[in-house]
């Protein structure tokens, strides 16, 4: 195991894992540490459902080919706790966490774990002069860590949908929108993502007395042109030119990032050069190189996809559809993702299903749990202790695809394996 993880292990048993929704505690801890989230430049609050880290990511990646600087907080990781936080050129190193984490521990604030890589992402930020700094916010963004600047720069808010309801009551979708878009900034830049006409409504309503200057999804769209995609609005017809970036869900995001690029005045040919440069780990993301290749057959393509929400089901769902040959599953989620609901999604996609428990998360379903909820599916079903042994059963001369999804946190095991 990576330094770096077997440290994160360290601070998963040293700090509360639990989420604590409430600004007190970071606001606190930021002005005892003399408010260094004021020295970051144009904060941009990425919050959503689904689709915050594809959005953050290609945001990032156009404003660099423009050359601007960013410093961005990704959450959660995949694999290693240094490719959380984005300074300017470079990951942060574990001896700067290390640093900064001795300094908000002599606080002596008991703050949750994610409130204090929050703050490690401030303070390594405040120290880089970036043009932008870009922070993915948590489940919602009412009580979440990083709503700690009264006026950001910009606030995107991607794809929301019925997530984490055990933290809003009543557990609505009017409830997750108010929580996420009811507490967005007045006299900023606000982006919204694509969303059903339903939830746009409600969107709208709320920030009806809003006095930002507002973009919603209306004003771009995603066409199909001569089975070619190209993102367009009244003024750009831009083609979407990508080997990585496969479903309606990723170029969604992708389409956002670029009416932002375009608003940031950033060129058309800057985008256009930039898109097939762009890749979302762990998010449809095909392996074809690496350890565990070793363990499949050159016929046989693994794909990964982090997908635990109904949507991203869907998406993933919809990809799957379009493919040859027989598709197989490794399937490992978390409890409260709601499993049973959530395999509904696939009806007639895989041929077979192999469970696995989630490494080193105490909310993961064990392996017995999903193969129950499988087999009552209709599946043929085995399960496993490690994605090693989920290939060498699976493998064989015939041509499949091996699919890995249900959990982000089980997709950065199975990318650490390889």
């Not at 984490?164 to 929580?179: D, F, G, M, S």
């Not at 970036?245 to 040919?269: E, H, P």
């Not at 493919?323 to 696939?346: C, D, E, H, T």
Request: hydrophobic content about 35%; proline content about 3%.
């Amino acid at each position: 195991m990576i330094n770096s993880e077997i440290y994160y292990k360290y601070l998963q048993k040293k700090y509360s894992r639990s989420i604590s929704l409430g600004l007190f505690r970071v606001k606190r801890a930021l002005r005892l540490l003399k408010n260094p989230h004021l020295k970051l430049k144009r904060p941009c609050n990425i919050i959503g459902s689904d689709g915050k880290f594809t959005c953050l990511r290609a945001i990032q990646c156009f404003i660099e080919a423009n050359g601007n600087t960013t410093t961005a907080n990704f959450s959660p990781h995949l694999y290693d706790l240094r490719t959380r936080f984005w300074l300017k050129n470079r990951f942060i190193s574990l001896k700067e966490i290390k640093k900064y984490e001795k300094k908000i521990s002599k606080l002596k604030i008991k703050l949750s774990l994610f409130e204090v890589l929050t703050l490690i992402h401030i303070l390594a930020a405040s120290k880089e002069n970036a043009d932008f700094s870009l922070q993915e916010s948590g489940l919602l963004f009412k009580g979440d860590a990083s709503r700690v600047w009264d006026k950001p720069f910009m606030q995107i808010c991607t794809n929301l949908n019925k997530q984490h309801l055990e933290w809003v009551y009543p557990k609505t979708i009017n409830e997750i929108c108010r929580q996420k878009v009811g507490y967005m900034s007045n006299n900023t830049n606000i982006y919204i993502g694509k969303q059903k006409p339903k939830v746009l409504g409600i969107v709208k309503k709320i920030l009806k007395k809003n006095n930002s200057s507002i973009t919603y999804p209306t004003t771009w769209k995603i066409i199909n042109k001569n089975k070619k995609i190209f993102y367009k609005d009244n003024k750009n017809l831009i083609k979407i030119n990508s080997k990585y970036i496969y479903s309606k869900g990723l170029v969604d995001n992708l389409g956002l990032a670029i009416k932002i690029a375009l608003d940031l005045n950033i060129k058309k040919k800057i985008i256009e050069r930039t898109i097939p440069t762009i890749k979302f780990e762990g998010r449809l993301d095909y392996i074809k190189s690496g350890k565990l290749r070793k363990y499949l057959n050159k016929n046989e393509a693994l794909l990964l996809d982090g997908a635990h929400s109904n949507t991203s089901a869907q998406n993933l769902y919809n990809h799957l559809k379009t493919l040859n040959g027989p598709i197989y599953g490794v399937w490992a989620m978390q409890r409260n993702k709601m499993p049973s609901k959530f395999l509904k999604n696939f009806h007639g996609i895989f041929k077979k299903i192999i469970t696995m428990k989630i490494d080193s998360e105490p909310n993961s379903c064990t392996a017995e749990e999903l193969r129950e909820i499988a087999i009552k599916k209709g599946y043929s079903v085995d399960k496993e202790k490690n994605i090693q042994d989920a290939l060498k059963k699976l493998s064989s001369n015939k041509a499949k695809t091996i699919c890995v999804f249900g959990s982000l946190y089980h997709v950065g095991y199975v990318l650490s394996k390889n």
